[in-house]
């Protein structure tokens, strides 16, 4: 049973920094494609970041594109998504996903979530 466990939110002060965490358990990590998705109080569910399985390819939505870097190690089953410059715009629940599929220009939540991690950031 693959489970997904995500960490290091919190709350920051506009412009800092945030690195998030996702610890991946009973699968292999390294066939899957890997992503973060945020939701937002009173809005949808989106795409932030994705990464193929061989770290080899990264994805960016467009509201975070040059601020934010997915990386993973598949040594540790980890998959990180370092935030900087943030914005209060950017306070939701992230969450990581597992077995990501492209969705025309965007990507798509996978069969595997976690329950996610609060980052707030304040103005």
């Known amino acids: 049973q693959v489970q997904l466990v995500e960490s290091g939110g919190g709350l920051v002060q506009a412009g800092g920094s945030l690195r998030l965490s996702c610890l991946f358990s009973?699968?292999?990590?390294?066939?899957?494609?890997m992503g973060w998705f945020r939701h937002a109080p009173g809005k949808e569910r989106e795409f932030v970041a994705a990464?193929?399985?061989?770290?080899?390819?990264?994805d960016y939505a467009d509201s975070v594109k040059g601020r934010f870097i997915i990386s993973r190690d598949n040594a540790k089953n980890t998959v990180y998504l370092q935030m900087n410059s943030l914005k209060p715009e950017d306070s939701a629940v992230y969450s990581c996903?597992?077995?990501?599929?492209?969705?025309?220009?965007?990507?798509?939540?996978?069969?595997?979530w976690g329950q996610g991690t609060q980052v707030t950031v304040s103005s």
């Open positions: 009973g699968g292999t990590f390294s066939l899957y494609n």
């Open positions: 990464i193929t399985w061989s770290g080899g390819s990264t």
């Open positions: 996903a597992a077995d990501i599929r492209r969705l025309g220009s965007s990507w798509a939540g996978g069969n595997y």
